[in-house]
């Protein structure tokens, strides 16, 4: 009885959104006014944050047979999952409202896509991330189509789902590669048993390239890029804003859960496939964005060679360079928000603000607005004193360290090619004249929150090390 308890103890922020979301789809059918909806999807968010700092204790914790881990890294993990859906929540509202969209069944799977990335961030074994997985994903097919009479989103959704099953099953054959290997899913038996084997043995090989094939899909990594640009265009913006954000977290954690783990004794092997993704990933992403005019599209590829940069860090092999690595998702999370929330605002209804053109003269419509934009353009260009510059910093600086020296030269050459298409944005709000002088009305809470994050960018910037020393305890903590 007492085990069941501390299980149930350790999993409590999971079993909160796990009931909310239930009971949410259930008031979403009775409810008159849906906007009690939004607020319970609020509340389940900040009170799982709540039960996850309120539980937080530096040692390891584990539950349900050693399957769950409750560690510094997944309750920091999980702290920015729920905070990053709460403001996305905050943006999207009027969004939904103005197409029909605002119903019980996006804040649910919403929600159930928050359970499966938790469970993903404290899985310890191969089942457990497995299962978080499936359930994040089939979550994010069904987001994708919300807007059923869309055509648009329909073909994404299709697109998202086939490639989504194919990555899915190659991620599921690689482990089951390794269990047979190793005769274990618990990631700290099979990094003990990988000590004893033979690394070289040509099945646990292939196991690991399914698995790190697998990790590069849900990353959006190159070659496994093909789905994001046509997603990210395709889905309604709101979806978009998800699909390119909070997920990245979760993706991070199995990465990190699997490879610098499980499969540690195997890091010679993985560095060299990481090494390749990253630097295809960071000219590939950057080369094709300047040729794009539609906004989403150019965020999306702009995604690729930020994960790019995010295998840098992961590349290193080291703590160092896992916790720069964290540091560069949490930013560019931040920035990903910014950047959506920015087309969220300027959309109205029965009009997508995301073509470039429609940035025309924003600084001559809304100085402020144009301003925030700004900011978070040079976030993500990296220029100083953004915190895009300082993540890119800490993960060159890890790979430098690693010793990859011509990839790291590589990688700040493209930085500069992939300026152009940031700064080109910089140049449409502040010296085109506007196509049109509609009224940008937002409601008070998203404009505030929206103006918050983009100062956090330069504020961040500016004073990185509160960031940096949470994400480097989170990951000495947990993988000591």
């Not at 469970?119 to 994010?140: A, D, H, P």
């Not at 991070?252 to 993704?277: C, N, S, Y």
Request: glycine share 6%.
């Amino acid at each position: 009885m007492g085990n069941i308890q501390v299980d149930l103890i350790t999993a409590l922020p999971e079993l909160i959104v796990l009931f909310m979301a239930m009971l949410i789809l259930l008031t979403g059918l009775f409810a008159k006014n849906k906007i009690i909806i939004y607020a319970l999807a609020q509340f389940t968010l900040f009170a799982a944050a709540f039960i996850t700092v309120d539980t937080h204790t530096p040692a390891v914790g584990y539950a349900f047979t050693g399957m769950f881990v409750d560690d510094t890294l997944s309750d920091v993990l999980k702290l920015m999952i729920l905070l990053g859906t709460a403001v996305m929540f905050v943006y999207t509202r009027q969004y939904m409202q103005l197409r029909n969209m605002f119903r019980g069944e996006y804040y649910a799977l919403v929600l159930f896509a928050v359970l499966g990335m938790m469970i993903m961030v404290s899985g310890q074994s191969m089942l457990t991330i497995y299962m978080g997985l499936e359930l994040l994903s089939l979550c994010l097919y069904s987001l994708v189509a919300l807007d059923r009479d869309n055509a648009k989103s329909s073909e994404a959704a299709m697109k998202y789902f086939v490639l989504g099953a194919l990555a899915s099953g190659m991620l599921l054959y690689g482990m089951s590669m390794i269990y047979g290997m190793t005769g274990s899913l618990n990631l700290a038996d099979i990094s003990s048993a990988l000590q004893e084997a033979n690394t070289k043995n040509p099945v646990l090989i292939l196991g690991l390239v399914f698995i790190v094939a697998g990790l590069a899909f849900k990353f959006g990594a190159v070659p496994f890029q093909m789905w994001v640009p046509d997603v990210y265009q395709g889905a309604p913006t709101s979806i978009t804003l998800l699909i390119s954000s909070v997920p990245k977290f979760a993706a991070f954690a199995i990465a990190i859960r699997l490879l610098a783990q499980g499969l540690q004794p195997m890091v010679a092997d993985w560095q060299d496939m990481l090494l390749m993704m990253a630097v295809l990933s960071i000219a590939i992403g950057n080369l094709t964005a300047i040729a794009q005019t539609n906004l989403k599209r150019m965020l999306a590829y702009s995604a690729i060679s930020h994960i790019g940069f995010l295998l840098f860090g992961l590349m290193s092999g080291s703590l160092n360079g896992y916790a720069s690595s964290m540091f560069y998702i949490s930013a560019y999370v931040l920035m990903t928000l910014a950047g959506f929330g920015m087309i969220l605002l300027l959309s109205r209804k029965g009009f997508e603000a995301e073509n470039l053109d429609d940035l025309k003269g924003l600084f001559q419509r809304s100085p402020w607005t144009a301003f925030l934009m700004l900011v978070t353009m040079f976030s993500m260009a990296g220029v100083p004193p953004t915190i895009g510059f300082y993540a890119k910093f800490t993960v060159l600086q890890a790979a430098l360290q690693a010793g990859y020296i011509w990839a790291v030269v590589f990688a700040v050459l493209m930085t500069i090619v992939g300026a152009f298409y940031y700064l080109r944005i910089v140049k449409l709000m502040y010296f085109d004249a506007p196509l049109d002088n509609a009224r940008i009305s937002a409601p008070i809470d998203m404009k505030f929150i929206l103006s918050l994050n983009a100062i956090t960018l330069l504020l961040l910037g500016l004073m990185p090390q509160t960031l940096m020393n949470i994400c480097a305890a989170a990951i000495a903590r947990s993988l000591q």
